[in-house]
């Protein structure tokens, strides 16, 4: 007997322990799109018989009301776990539940940053060596070494800021194949917006657009600069003005010089014509206005963006990008003060603060940033000290307490047994026990029963009658069997497998003429000690999967 006239006898349309990755997992997102009722036109709903549709949160794991939090009051969570224990399920349904939010408050809404796909981060940071030089005895992990937590928040900030760059530009990025880290949605037309918005955050808008916006291969950063600008109607530094008519109409002192003179015969190559050095000082007055405006003011400008870029090592952009764009600031914001042209803190929480006053003018009370795939960048290869370098500098209490600001860190569990070996000192400036920090996602055989059985609804045909999880073994299997046989998986992956070879050893041992529907003791308990060793196994890293 093949598995799939199993699945046809109990009316099942797909095998509901086949996925194992809840990105790729139709069953997953179809349960998660009902329970949440077809959150942003997902239409994914439709595909369950609402008779059987899951009541909401039934796939969600028991800690998940403390990880999310009150959505209107953002707030952070650090949550370890194994591989397969449900990290990727539940940053999946965070996204969900900001979209319901979103939904029913559209003057309040949170924006989801999704900060898991870290390899574009890293590759950059480590290309230009942690911003020192680096020798031939210098390692990745050396470098990584070197990862700040201001670079985290310049990561963060190169993902939002061309969001809303783009928005209101209405543009659209290049399509990559994968939905934007941070999708920016406008309520009512660009101009519009921007007509609200006090002075002080046009500037903020501004500021954060010359030093964090994405480089164009067609017309560059500098030229979204000035395209913002004039839709925020930000006027040119009036210095700018000054010295650019300078530049255009200057030679017409030189020129009425040379004019007068040769009208009054005074034009003769002579020493003591004063007419001569009235000329010689016109030009060179005019010649070092040229200079200012056209190659010190560049020159400087382009220093400037040196000293921006030295300090933002996670961005494309290059010199002379920032300098063309912090050239159309005014005056007053070209400052070290305002511009990250250091390693300070307080500069970073400035450009956070002004990030976080143009999302209320844009209809955005709050912001969830979820971390998680930590191990999985290339650099990373799932190396606990790499992990450390790239996740410790945000253990800092004055970055996850920021207002209006939710880090969502689903960590793997080697970090746990990492931070367990730190000191006193670190744990003071974590402030842990603030953080809603849950040491361990744990699933127990009950939880585990209900979320299969949730999910063997989910597959079976419209219109058939609900079963559980246990109809499917014998009836010399008991609940309370059944049950401890999934407790000893501890997480969702390890349960679906032990379910799903179960399915495929009862078929190979049964005949298609002399069918049995239902899976034996015998089975069950071979499968579970397979499992079992299986699972320790991998624990101890001797086996890959």
């Known amino acids: 007997m093949n598995l799939t006239q199993l699945l046809d006898h109990w009316q099942i349309t797909e095998n509901p322990f086949r996925g194992e990755e809840a990105r790729q997992d139709p069953v997953f997102l179809r349960l998660e799109a009902a329970s949440q009722g077809g959150v942003n036109g997902n239409a994914r709903a439709a595909e369950l018989d609402s008779q059987y549709a899951p009541a909401p949160g039934v796939t969600a794991h028991s800690e998940f009301e403390k990880i999310c939090g009150d959505i209107a009051r953002p707030s952070s969570s650090i949550v370890f776990g194994e591989k397969g224990s449900g990290k990727t399920a539940i940053r999946l349904q965070l996204a969900d539940r900001?979209?319901?939010f979103n939904k029913a408050s559209p003057g309040a809404r949170c924006l989801w940053i999704g900060y898991d796909d870290l390899n574009p981060v890293l590759g950059r940071f480590v290309d230009r060596?942690?911003?020192?030089?680096?020798?031939?005895?210098?390692?990745?992990?050396?470098?990584?070494?070197?990862?700040?937590?201001?670079?985290?928040?310049?990561?963060?900030?190169?993902?939002?800021?061309?969001?809303?760059?783009?928005?209101?530009?209405?543009?659209?990025?290049?399509?990559?194949?994968?939905?934007?880290?941070a999708p920016v949605e406008l309520e009512g037309e660009p101009r519009k917006l921007v007509k609200k918005m006090e002075r002080s955050v046009r500037q903020d808008l501004l500021v954060l657009q010359s030093v964090y916006d994405r480089p164009e291969q067609a017309s560059g950063a500098e030229d979204r600069t000035r395209r913002l600008r004039r839709l925020l109607r930000q006027l040119q530094p009036p210095s700018f003005f000054v010295w650019t008519v300078l530049a255009l109409t200057g030679w017409a002192l030189p020129a009425g010089v040379a004019y007068y003179a040769y009208s009054t015969g005074q034009?003769?190559?002579?020493?003591?014509?004063n007419m001569l050095w009235f000329f010689a000082g016109a030009l060179a007055i005019y010649l070092l206005v040229l200079f200012k405006r056209s190659i010190f003011d560049r020159l400087r400008y382009i220093a400037l963006g040196h000293r921006v870029r030295k300090q933002v090592r996670v961005s494309l952009r290059s010199d002379a990008s920032h300098g063309r764009s912090l050239r159309q600031l005014p005056i007053a914001l070209v400052d070290a003060a305002v511009l990250p042209m250091s390693g300070a803190d307080d500069v970073r929480y400035a450009m956070l603060e002004r990030l976080r006053r143009v999302l209320a003018r844009l209809g955005y009370a709050g912001v969830f940033l979820v971390i998680d795939r930590i191990d999985e960048p290339t650099l990373v290869a799932g190396d606990p000290e790499r992990m450390k370098s790239v996740v410790w500098p945000l253990?800092?209490?004055?970055?996850?307490?920021?207002?209006?600001?939710?880090?969502?860190?689903?960590?793997?569990?080697?970090?746990?047994?990492a931070l367990f070996r730190e000191s006193s000192q670190f744990f003071e400036k974590a402030r842990l026990d603030k953080q809603s920090m849950i040491e361990r996602l744990g699933w127990t055989g009950s939880m585990l029963y209900d979320l299969c059985t949730a999910r063997l609804r989910a597959c079976r045909r419209p219109g058939a009658e609900p079963i559980a999880l246990i109809d499917l073994f014998d009836q010399d299997v008991t609940r309370t069997e059944l049950i401890d046989a999934l407790d000893q998986m501890h997480q969702p992956r390890d349960a679906f497998k032990l379910l799903y070879q179960c399915l495929t050893e009862h078929c190979a041992s049964v005949t298609g003429d002399q069918p049995q529907w239902r899976v034996p003791r015998l089975i069950l308990e071979q499968v579970k000690k397979a499992q079992v060793e299986r699972v320790r196994q991998l624990n101890k890293g001797v086996r890959p999967a």
Do not use: C, W, Y
């Open 98 to 100: 900001v979209a319901a």
């Open 129 to 181: 060596g942690g911003g020192a030089r680096v020798d031939k005895k210098t390692t990745v992990s050396d470098v990584l070494a070197k990862l700040r937590l201001v670079d985290h928040i310049d990561a963060v900030l190169t993902l939002v800021v061309p969001a809303i760059v783009d928005a209101l530009l209405k543009e659209r990025p290049a399509p990559s194949g994968s939905p934007p880290p």
């Open 267 to 273: 034009l003769q190559l002579n020493p003591s014509n």
């Open 395 to 417: 253990l800092d209490n004055k970055f996850l307490q920021q207002p209006g600001l939710g880090v969502k860190m689903l960590l793997p569990m080697e970090l746990r047994h």
